[in-house]
Each structure stands twice: as C-alpha cells, then as structure tokens.
Nanobody
Framework: VQLQASGGGLVQAGGSLRLSCAAS????????MGWFRQAPGKEREFVAA????????YYADSVKGRFTISRDNAKNTAYLQMTSLKPEDTAVYYC???????????????????WGQGTLVTVSS
C-alpha cells in the first residue's frame, strides 16, 4: 500500500490550497481516509476524515467551516480543500488509510495502518 500526498506549498493567510492523497496497492473504496498534521514542536493532530463510503465526515474544530475533505473512489484519491488559511495551519500534512475503520474511530491516528509521506503547508502572515 502506498499513499502519496501532494499539493502543499507556501500561501498567504486567507489563501487556499488543495491537498491530494493518491492511493495505490489497495481497494481504495474499502478504506477510510484521514488527514492529520504536525506543526514544528507539536504533536500530530487530527484534521479531517471520511469513511469508505463518504457517508461519514469529521473535522477538527479548528478547521471546521474552512476545510473540506472528499474522495473520488474512481481515481483512488482523497482530497483536502483548505480555504481561509491561517498561519497556525502551518504544518506537515499527512494522509492515512485503514480498511474497515469504524466511523467512531476515524479521528484517531492509531486507528490507521497506512500513512503517506506528508506534504508541507506554510501559511505566511
């Protein structure tokens, strides 16, 4: 299983970015997908997650209303659309996948077996 995160970069506060997570080596439609981030000197934190069907979606309070998670099972790709970015959103963003993950566990990093390499998002003030 491989997860390839991309789309990070440098953006000014208030700007937007869309992250992608391309998955291979798995039956993507069976996997719940999550996005997590880790800022320098801080612990990894949950950002957003979507169930295998797309029927359950969760967001961290800090990004609710600004970020949107989605998936395209035909393209084996999950997305994180980020708008109204703030300097505090600066972090390495990781995507994660797990088969059969129940909805109540989607926001827990330890529930995921597979992780991408991360993509850096830097928001300047």
């Amino acid at each position: 299983v491989q997860l390839q995160a991309s789309g990070g970069g440098l953006v000014q506060a208030g700007g937007s970015l869309r992250l992608s997570c391309a998955a291979s080596g798995l039956t993507f439609s069976r996997y719940g997908m999550g996005w997590f981030r880790q800022a320098p000197g801080k612990e990894r934190e949950f950002v957003a997650a979507i169930s295998w069907s797309g029927g359950s979606i969760y967001y961290a309070d800090s990004v609710k209303g600004r970020f949107t998670i989605s998936r395209d099972n035909a393209k084996n790709t999950a997305y994180l659309q980020m708008t109204s970015l703030k300097p505090e959103d600066t972090a390495v963003y990781y995507c994660a996948a797990d088969v059969g993950i129940i909805s109540s566990r989607l926001s827990y990093g330890d529930a995921y077996d597979y992780w991408g390499q991360g993509t850096l998002v830097t928001v300047s003030s």
